[in-house]
Structure formats: structure tokens, C-alpha cells
């Protein structure tokens, strides 16, 4: 990359814009790979440190990311110096991201965190209405107030976590990584005008490891006991990461984004929890009570009033 131009469109030439049905479903791998996610990292959890499993599941993806980018596009890509001070405050949004969930997911179920995660929608619309000012905070606070209660609902129940049963706390540091996520996707709609969704993922990917490599000597498992302590079910799940959930999962979201636009997007987020429920009741033998089933409704529901259309205050005047 070079700074002496000013960042301009790269065409995504990996899956034409042009049809939206491929960036639907685009948006629908992501969402079902990120709901897998949930469960490899409570997986990766037993092997490794969640400074380790962030660190190891972006590395593993950036080997794939760039050199497909610099098949791609890697010489057509001009990128000014303002361009790269965004993409380095995104980064802080994924590390956010995978940090929080990570460390959340120590004191919480993994079928909770993938309810948890399905309020994405209505904190990224919130953030937006504060943000952007997109829409007015009053139009999104009733389908915030009632997704809460279901957050809520479902942070109350008991868990075996790695750490303790804290599911408030599990709960709460989930949030905080939807929170940096919503930062991510809500920073990241200007500047890819300019730039193409691999671009983006890749630099903003690189830029979180590069923050993280000093805490491995704060938290770490994998290197204080040694490779061969890792069992074959955490190498799995670290792999499961990187290709699904890092390199496939965030490059399709992208897509997806660019493709329809990220109102359309958000709403595929609703998946996660499914996906994510599914996942953990097949490979961890969680246990999908009612309780699961009645925050997943009403995370939904607050969905579909954030995102719900709003009447017309008046005749609409017709011109001549």
C-alpha cells in the first residue's frame, strides 16, 4: 500500500456487487459461521488464553487474507495516510470485539452468549442515532428498552463458566464486545467508498494484533504449558476461527455491507443466536430451556421495532 494517493475504490473481484442475492447470502454464511464461533472459542477457552486465541485466530487469517488481497487487488490499492488512521481506529473495534467476547465467554454459557449476541442490531442502531444521528434516539429507545430485557433475562441464568458461575459478568463484557463491533461497522460504512471490503478487513485485522502481542505476556496458557498441552478438540476450534469465523466470516459481513447496505445487514444478525444455540446444544450439550427461547423473542422483537417503518406524520403533497 501507498500514501502518496488518495484512497479510491478497489472493485471487489472475488464476488461481483452486482448481485444482491450473492451478498445475501454472503450475509447469511457470516452470521451462521459467527454463530459457530461462539462455540469455538468456549472450546479454544480450554487450551488456550483469550489474548492467545484472539492473537493466534488473526494470524492464521491474515495468511490467508493477504495474499489473496495481493492476488486481488494488492497493486491497484492506493491508501492515504488519513485512510490508514481510520483503519487503525477500526482496529481498536475488533480487538474490542474478539477480546470481550473471549474473555465474556469465561464466566457464560456459549448458547447465552449467542442470545446475548443477537441485541447487535440494536446497539449498532443506537450508536448510529448518537453517531450519525441516522435516526432519532426516541424512534429506537422502545425496541432497545424490550431487547435488554431479554439480554437481561438470559444473562440471569446459571452457568458453568471456565471461571465461576458469573453470568452478569459474562454478560456484560458480551455487550461491551457488541458495543466495539457496532463502532467497527458504524466507522466503517465511509470508508468503504473508497475502499474495497478485503482492504479493509485485513488492515483493521493487523492493526488489533499488533495491540494485542504485548498482553500475551500478561495472559497466556498455550505458552506458559507448552504447544503439546493443547488437545486435538482446541487446534479444531482454533482452525474452525480462523477460516470461518475471521477470514471468511468478517470478509463476507463486509461483502455483505458494501453489497446492501448495512440498515439490510444488521438484520442478518438475527441468525447468530440460532446458529449459535444449535452449535453449542450438538457440540458443548447445552441445555436450550425456555428461558433461552423467551430472550431470544424478546431480543427479536426489539429488533423489529428498532427496525420497524414509521408512519408518515403527515399527507404526503402531491406536485402537479
Request: with cysteine.
Amino acid at each position: 500500500m501507498s500514501g502518496e494517493a488518495q484512497g479510491r475504490v478497489v472493485p471487489n473481484r472475488i464476488l461481483p456487487l452486482e448481485s444482491p442475492a450473492l451478498a445475501y447470502a454472503a450475509l447469511t454464511t457470516a452470521a451462521v459461521a459467527w454463530g459457530g464461533s461462539i462455540v469455538g472459542q468456549k472450546i479454544a477457552l480450554g487450551s488456550f488464553s483469550a489474548v492467545e486465541v484472539s492473537v493466534l485466530r488473526g494470524v492464521g487469517a491474515l495468511l490467508i487474507l493477504i495474499p489473496l488481497w495481493w492476488w486481488q487487488e494488492g497493486k491497484q490499492v492506493r491508501v492515504s495516510p488519513k485512510d490508514l488512521a481510520i483503519l487503525a481506529g477500526l482496529g481498536l473495534g475488533v480487538l474490542g470485539n474478539h477480546l470481550l467476547t473471549l474473555f465474556g465467554l469465561r464466566y457464560i454459557d456459549a448458547s447465552a452468549a449467542g442470545v446475548v449476541i443477537g441485541a447487535g442490531p440494536v446497539i449498532t442502531a443506537v450508536l448510529s442515532s448518537f453517531l450519525i444521528r441516522d435516526v432519532p434516539f426516541r424512534t429506537v429507545l422502545p425496541g432497545c428498552a424490550v431487547s435488554f430485557a431479554g439480554v437481561a433475562l438470559v444473562s440471569g441464568i446459571g452457568s458453568s463458566g471456565v471461571e465461576g458461575q458469573q453470568p452478569w459478568l459474562g454478560g456484560t463484557l458480551v455487550i461491551l464486545g457488541l458495543v466495539s463491533w457496532a463502532l467497527y461497522t458504524v466507522g466503517s460504512r465511509r470508508i468503504m467508498e473508497r475502499l474495497s471490503p478485503l482492504t479493509i478487513n485485513w488492515t483493521t485485522l493487523c492493526f488489533s494484533i499488533l495491540l494485542q502481542v504485548p498482553l500475551l505476556w500478561t495472559d497466556n496458557k498455550m505458552i506458559t504449558d507448552g504447544a503439546d498441552t493443547v488437545a486435538t478438540s482446541g487446534w479444531l476450534a482454533l482452525l474452525y476461527l480462523i477460516v470461518f469465523a475471521t477470514a471468511l466470516g468478517q470478509q463476507a459481513w463486509l461483502y455483505g455491507v458494501k453489497g446492501v447496505g448495512p440498515s439490510r445487514a444488521g438484520v442478518f444478525v438475527n441468525l447468530i443466536p440460532v446458529s449459535a444455540l444449535v452449535f453449542a446444544a450438538l457440540l458443548l450439550g447445552d441445555r436450550i430451556g425456555i428461558r433461552e427461547f423467551i430472550g431470544i423473542m424478546l431480543i427479536l422483537t426489539g429488533v423489529w421495532l428498532v427496525n420497524r417503518p414509521l408512519p408518515a406524520r403527515g399527507p404526503v403533497r402531491q406536485e402537479a
